[in-house]
């Protein structure tokens, strides 16, 4: 099974802010098959990026996803209040597919 | 619109089952592999199972394999999670999501509004 450690636990930023979330497996990933999510309170998670880089539909240009083997990163480049939420990344390419334990981006 | 419309939750007492449902419209279901993700309260996501399009191969959980079974139904465009043997730990919100394609090697395009399982006595 391949384990997804992402960091930090809790990101603290304030509107304007660049934010980089980690993503690191215990072996390697093929990078086609990485995916980021964002999960708001109550709601479902949405998916962000695929493919490790490429953003899902309507996903705004502020959000981008890069890395390759182990480490995978998603950068905001300018965080938006609406921005402030959990974000997973999950490994596709093999089974189990497993998903990071999360990053809460918080408010400053 | 895709949309995703789980329904069976439940609670239900250690030992027991529950089959969860998920309605799905606004594409051609059939084309499709979909799969279940579940969150404890306050935890992070769990992949479940996952079903491919074509074939219908199954995929799950090491914690799940043997006690679940995933299964669509491509005439009423629907999935399904037989759960058996229930534990604690299955306590969780299960959410139903739809593949980018048919194949087992697919990200959760779309994700339903989850169906609330509690295990307990």
């Known amino acids: 099974e391949i384990v997804l450690t992402q960091s930090p636990g809790t990101l603290s930023l304030s509107p304007g802010e660049r934010a980089t979330l980690s993503c690191r497996a215990s072996?390697?990933?093929?990078?086609?098959?990485l995916a980021w999510y964002q999960q708001k309170p109550g709601q479902a998670p949405r998916l962000l990026i695929y493919?490790?880089?490429t953003r899902a539909t309507g996903i705004p240009d502020r959000f981008s996803g890069s890395g390759s083997g182990t480490d995978f990163t998603l950068i905001i480049s300018r965080l938006e209040p609406e921005d402030f939420a959990v974000y997973y990344c999950q490994q596709y390419g093999s089974s189990p597919r497993t998903f990071g334990q999360g990053t809460k981006l918080e408010i400053k | 619109e895709v949309l995703l419309l789980e329904s069976g939750g439940d609670m239900v007492q250690p030992g027991g089952s529950l089959r969860l449902s998920c309605a799905a419209s606004?594409?051609?279901?059939?084309?499709?592999?979909m799969n279940w993700v579940r969150q404890a309260p306050g935890k992070g996501l769990e992949w479940v199972s996952g079903i491919s399009a074509s074939d219908g191969a199954t995929f799950y959980a090491d914690s799940v394999k043997g006690r679940f079974t995933i299964s669509r139904d491509n005439s009423k465009n629907t999935l399904y999670l037989q759960m058996n043997s229930l534990r604690a730990e299955d306590t969780a919100l299960y959410y139903c999501t739809k593949a980018q394609y048919g194949g087992v090697y697919a990200y959760c395009e779309y994700w339903g509004q989850g169906a609330l399982v509690t295990v307990s006595s």
């Open positions: 606004g594409f051609t279901f059939s084309n499709y592999a």
């Open positions: 072996q390697n990933v093929n990078t086609i098959y």
């Open positions: 493919g490790a880089s």
